[in-house]
Structure formats: C-alpha cells, structure tokens
C-alpha cells in the first residue's frame, strides 16, 4: 500500500504545491528524477521493509524463546544453530531482483498516471484499467450471446490489469502460466529453500519481460509528461 500511494503521488503531489518549480531549479534532469522514484519504490522502500521484517521477527523470536526459558524451557541454542535463522533474511534480499522486474509495469503505470492527472489519480490509476477489463467482458458476453464466438483479449487483457495494478505485490509472479503456484515439501507446506530458485524461474517467460518493456515505456511517457505538463 505504501508503495502504490508513494507513486501516485510522486509526480501529481509535487505539481499540485508547485514544489515542481523547486525541484527543477536544481540540476537535476527529469529522466532522473522519474528514474530516482522508480527506485525508491522498487528498490529501496522493499528494501527497508525487509530491515524492518526481519528486526521485528528477531525480537518476537528472542522474546518467546526468553518467555519459554523463564519457564525452564531453553531453546536459545537451537534457535541460534539453525541455518534459516540466517539464511532466511538472505533468502529474503535474494528475491529483490525478482521483485524489481514484476513490479516495472505498476510502477511505471502509476508514475505516468501521477505525471498527468489534474484530480483524484487514484480513480485514474484503478479506474481506467478496471473500466477497460469490464468493457471487454461485457463485449466478450455479447458476442457469446448473439454469435457464439468470443474474443481472445479478455485473458490477455486480465494479464495486462493484473501487471499494471498488482506488480508491487510480493510473489505476484506465482500466479502467472509457467510459475508454480506453491511449492510444498511433502505436501505439508512452502519449502522456503525452493522458492528463490523457483521464483528466477518466473524470469525465464515472456511475461516477465514484456512486463518490463511496458513499464519501461511508461516511464519514458511519465519523463516526457513531466517535462511538459502544463498546469496552467
């Protein structure tokens, strides 16, 4: 959520106080202002919450363990011998990459949206897309109905929504054709050793990078709206 509003605003908030005005009296160009956001919402603000995660699970972790052993129960050497205590943070920063290139197209989506919209860019962001997608079901039902036949857009166009509205969405990847859904060990729950190797596997199908040339596009769309929106 913090991403999806950083973004929208990112662009739209710095017009609507006319600190665009401070901001480009500095020597600093538009495809890297646009660039720097896109970065610190795909990079760097995943990248804090990881911090964050991962602190806030060592201290609910030291806790019970100190709760259990005030109880007689000492579980503080097998928690600090085991290697997911260690390895699970690494685990955790080893998906970043993967991360960044599902979450390309909504960030450049919601980067263009913010460089252009007068009002309201969270009606436009969600909006547009999702009248789009009911359109084409509506036309797709109709055609069924009178002809028998359908068009082939409505899946393609349920990917399309789906890239641009839920990319920032950790393992959004899993629910894509050719990425398995879930990977359970024994068929009692995720084995977290599979999923980063499982999750670079999403890298080698096309959806990924055609993702990534649509986010590239907007972002480029979103410099040049930046460079020459006028707010009257």
Not at 20 to 35: A, E, G, N, R
Not at 56 to 80: M, R, Y
Not at 200 to 222: K, N, P
Request: glycine share 6%; with cysteine.
């Amino acid at each position: 959520g913090v991403v999806f509003f950083y973004c929208l605003g990112a662009l739209y908030d710095e017009r609507r106080d006319r600190s665009i005005l401070f901001w480009k009296s500095l020597p600093v160009s538009d495809p890297m202002t646009v660039l720097s956001k896109a970065i610190t919402a795909m990079v760097v603000a995943p990248a804090i919450t990881i911090v964050l995660a991962v602190a806030a699970s060592l201290v609910l972790l030291f806790i019970a363990c100190a709760a259990l052993s005030a109880q007689g129960l000492n579980l503080f050497s097998a928690l600090l011998s085991s290697s997911d205590l260690y390895l699970a943070p690494l685990r955790l920063v080893a998906l970043l990459p993967v991360y960044v290139v599902w979450a390309v197209p909504t960030v450049g989506w919601l980067l263009l949206v913010s460089s252009w919209a007068k009002s309201k860019p969270i009606l436009w962001a969600v909006g547009v897309p999702v009248v789009a997608l009911v359109a084409i079901k509506w036309i797709n039902a109709a055609l069924e109905n009178f002809s028998g036949q359908t068009l082939l857009l409505e899946h393609y166009a349920s990917d399309v929504v789906a890239r641009i509205l839920g990319g920032i969405v950790p393992g959004i990847w899993f629910t894509f054709p050719g990425v398995t859904a879930a990977i359970h060990l024994n068929g009692h729950g995720i084995d977290m050793s599979n999923v980063v190797p499982q999750s670079y596997m999403s890298l080698a199908g096309a959806d990924a990078w055609i993702g990534v040339a649509m986010g590239a596009a907007m972002l480029y769309a979103a410099v040049r709206m930046r460079r020459w929106r006028d707010e009257g």
